[in-house]
């Protein structure tokens, strides 16, 4: 599952089978595996021609990126190309968006390995920097929700008080002029 991670030289993560170099790879997989699932859900038993059609728009609209997006894409084509009912020229190839030329990790890389320490100094040397600049952010968001409530300006916090204060006092002054003219009825003899 995402996140099991195995110490070794790095951090591996681990999804679908597979081992990532970083967390946001092995969630992206994990949410593909989660689209894939929906969609065997709603295609149950397709037609080759609806298939067809899904696998297009999935290719189209980029919607499998790592290999586990990309293995379920294989799927469908061979699935495709065993239909009769589909031409082979119809079925486009799966594009892959990475290059692979220079990716092959050495074993050992001297380079790397002398620059994390300064990296990692300047981490610790800008954590105090952080730590303030999140409490500024922390006493500014306070001091706009004093501001909000101290306000008599209707807002999202008071607004439900500021109407029913309105129309208490909408009805306050109905109640009077309505005795008013009930007692100017009165002595004028005026009947309902």
Do not use: C, H
């Amino acid at each position: 599952m995402m996140g099991d991670g195995r110490m070794s030289d790095k951090q591996e993560w681990i999804a679908e089978g597979f081992s990532f170099e970083n967390m946001k790879d092995a969630r992206l997989a994990s949410e593909e595996r989660k689209k894939i699932a929906y969609l065997e859900s709603r295609m149950g038993q397709a037609k080759p021609e609806e298939v067809l059609v899904i696998y297009e728009k999935a290719i189209q609209d980029r919607v499998f990126k790592t290999p586990v997006g990309i293995i379920y894409l294989r799927e469908l084509q061979s699935f495709l190309l065993g239909a009769e009912e589909i031409e082979n020229d119809r079925i486009p190839p799966i594009p892959i968006y990475v290059s692979f030329e220079g990716t092959i990790r050495e074993q050992t890389a001297p380079a790397k390995i002398r620059v994390k320490p300064a990296q990692q100094q300047k981490t610790v040397q800008l954590l105090p920097l952080s730590l303030i600049g999140n409490a500024l952010l922390v006493i500014a968001v306070i001091a706009m929700f004093v501001i909000t409530l101290m306000s008599d300006v209707p807002n999202i916090l008071n607004y439900e008080n500021a109407l029913l204060n309105k129309y208490s006092t909408w009805e306050q002054e109905l109640t009077e002029r309505e005795q008013t003219i009930r007692e100017k009825e009165r002595e004028m003899k005026i009947e309902e």
